[in-house]
Each structure stands twice: as C-alpha cells, then as structure tokens.
T-cell receptor, first 110, second 116 residues
Framework: AQRVTQPEKLLSVFKGAPVELKCNYS??????LFWYVQYSRQRLQLLLR??SRESIKGFTADLNKGETSFHLKKPFAQEEDSAMYYC????????????FGTGTRLTIIP | DTGVSQDPRHKITKRGQNVTFRCDPI?????LYWYRQTLGQGPEFLTY????????KSRLLSDRFSAERPKGSFSTLEIQRTEQGDSAMYLC??????????????FGPGTRLTVL
C-alpha cells in the first residue's frame, strides 16, 4: 500500500529564513510526487511536481529515491508563503488516485 | 471562472437523510475524481471516472455512496441514509489524460457536509 508521511503538522518560520517541509513516502514502485498548497480561503492547487524539476514561487523539491523523500524547500521565506501544504503521490501503474499526506500548516512570522 | 465547480458549497442535513452533490469539471478534462477530507487529514480518494466509466472505487465508498457521470461531463455523488461520520469536506477534481508530462489534478472548492 502507498503512504505519504508529513511529520510536522505545524511549522513556524521567520520571514527571510529558510523553509523545509518534510515528506516521506512508502511505495514499492516508482511513484510520481507532488506538492499541493492551499492558501487561506482558496482551493487546493498544484505547487510543483517532481518530473518537471521546476522552481515555483521559489520552492524546489528533489525526489530522493534512496531515502524515499520529497522535501519542499525555499531559501528565503515570504509572508505570502503561509498556507497548508500537502505532499501527494500517484503510482505509475495506471492507478490514478492521489494519496495525500496529512499536511503541514506553514506560518511565516513577520 | 473556468475551473472546477461544486454545488452546493455547504450542506447541513439530519442523520438518515439522503444528500446529493454535483461537480462540474473543466470542460476538456476527461477524468474526474472524488475525495473526502476530514479535519486534520489530507484528502482521501473515493472514486474516479474516465469519461462516463467509473474505473476505481475506494473501500471508503460504502454501499450508501454512489457516484455517477452519465454523459462524461458533470458528476454527482449521492450519500444515502447519512451518518454523523459522513461529515466532511467532499472535493472534486478533474484532469486530462496525458500520455506524458504528469497528471495534474485541478480541484474544486469542495462541498462541506454536516450531518446532525
């Protein structure tokens, strides 16, 4: 069974400080990994996915297959980064369901 | 707004009543998903459709739950004989089946169900 673990429910970081949101997964195959974000009073939206290798809003995430991790990082936090962040995966065997972690609420302290 | 829409946004019902939710996906998207989210949890998969065919159902989807997508466009999720444990946010998402490049799902605003 596939599972996504986000160990921190809450994370507070000062503005300008680095941010790292942790995500570990368990899956026997090669999944596709995503980070979704939900800003206050907005819908869930895709932030980035590992196959695109993009930096979105200054965030990056590297898939580490050895450690089965997909941590989200940003070197300098901004106040507008305060939101709920969910790590999620899709298997690569035709199963299209997203399996989400429990989420991390990130608060940027001015 | 050309995004995924859901109706109603909020529903309060009494235990034992039936409720139906509607989801309108992005028009060119052929895949439609339903998820349920309870407090403090991430969304949990319920079911998904490719066009009008329901391809997978989670074990979370008991016999009281039924979903349809009759013409491959909008979808409905019905819960019969609601129970207090059904109280949750019900999310709909849609995507386009790409052969390559990732499978981004676009989410609607959700329907919040409260069962009294």
């Amino acid at each position: 069974a596939q599972r996504v673990t986000q160990p921190e429910k809450l994370l507070s970081v000062f503005k300008g400080a680095p941010v790292e949101l942790k995500c570990n997964y368990s899956y026997s195959g090669s999944p596709e990994l995503f980070w979704y974000v939900q800003y206050s009073r907005q819908r869930l939206q895709l932030l980035l996915r590992h196959i695109s290798r993009e930096s979105i809003k200054g965030f990056t995430a590297d898939l580490n297959k050895g450690e089965t991790s997909f941590h989200l990082k940003k070197p300098f936090a901004q106040e507008e980064d305060s939101a709920m962040y969910y790590c999620a995966l899709i298997s690569n065997f035709g199963n299209e369901k997203l399996t989400f972690g429990t989420g991390t609420r990130l608060t940027i302290i001015p | 707004d050309t995004g995924v829409s859901q109706d109603p946004r909020h529903k309060i019902t009494k235990r034992g009543q039936n409720v139906t939710f509607r989801c309108d996906p992005i028009s060119e998207h052929n895949r439609l998903y339903w998820y349920r989210q309870t407090l403090g949890q991430g969304p949990e998969f319920l079911t998904y459709f490719q066009n009008e065919a329901q391809l997978e159902k989670s074990r979370l989807l008991s016999d009281r739950f039924s979903a349809e997508r009759p013409k491959g466009s909008f979808s409905t999720l019905e819960i019969q004989r609601t129970e207090q444990g059904d109280s949750a946010m019900y999310l709909c998402a849609s995507s386009f089946n790409e052969l390559a490049g990732g499978r981004e799902q676009f989410f609607g605003p959700g329907t919040r169900l409260t069962v009294l």
